[in-house]
């Protein structure tokens, strides 16, 4: 029974314009939420994270949004660029650990 | 070291074969964890020591798996009698604080092991 689900594997998206990537979850325990960013062969880093006190966090070209009600969380990239072209993670938490979805390869073209 | 510093990079045993994965974690974090990426999915949680005190082995799969600090620094996950299913990437992350779950991990790159 998967807790956090991305439901786009991929998604591909023009430079300059915005890349919309989104996690749903189910476990209402869950108060804390990151998402990470994975380039091959490489580990995942840390992007952004948000409270749950909060509804929206914004830094720099990334903001992520955050719906309690409907478990539901993006985080949209604007203006997307080459070099965001990675697999993103979402990875909420309510305790010690991270629960990750299965992550959504974002391609961003020239 | 500067990051988290994980070995072998890539790993090939033979199927019933045991296999040991290092872990260095950053200089004075507390927090370490070891999650499992098949290919194409997340990472999934496998073990939680905070120093040398393994507080949450929920993750672990089977019996065959066995992860230990003994001095609240360096890790190592165990392997033993590998099978094809443990065929994954096993990453290593770390934290500065205990308990501190909003406070970002930090990821090594991973050991890639696959089982023939």
């Known amino acids: 029974d998967q807790q956090v689900k991305q439901n786009s594997p991929s998604l591909s998206v023009q430079e300059g314009r915005i890349s919309i990537l989104n996690c749903d979850y189910t476990n209402s325990m869950f108060d804390y939420f990151l998402w990470y960013k994975k380039y091959p062969a490489e580990g995942p880093t840390f992007l952004i994270s948000i409270s749950s006190i909060k509804d929206k966090n914004e830094d720099g070209r990334f903001t992520v949004f955050l719906n309690k009600s409907a478990k539901h969380l993006s985080l949209h990239i604007v203006p997307s660029q080459p070099g965001d072209s990675a697999v993103y993670f979402c990875?909420?938490?309510?305790?010690?650990?991270?629960?990750f979805g299965g992550g959504t390869r974002l391609m961003v073209k020239p | 070291g500067a990051g988290v510093s994980q070995s072998p990079r890539y790993k090939v045993a033979k199927r019933g074969q045991d296999v040991a994965l290092r872990c260095d974690p950053i200089s004075g974090h507390v927090s370490l964890f070891w999650y499992q990426q098949a290919l194409g999915q997340g990472p999934e949680f496998l073990t939680y020591?905070?120093?040398?005190?393994?507080?949450?082995k929920s993750g672990l799969p089977s019996d065959r798996f066995f992860a230990e600090r003994p001095e609240g620094s360096v890790s190592t996950l165990k392997i033993q009698r590998t099978q094809q299913e443990d065929s994954a990437v096993y990453l290593c992350a770390s934290s500065l604080n205990a308990g501190d779950y909003t406070g970002e991990l930090f990821f090594g790159e991973g050991s890639r092991l696959t089982v023939l």
């Open positions: 990875a909420p938490t309510g305790g010690n650990m991270l629960t």
């Open positions: 020591f905070q120093n040398e005190a393994q507080l949450d």
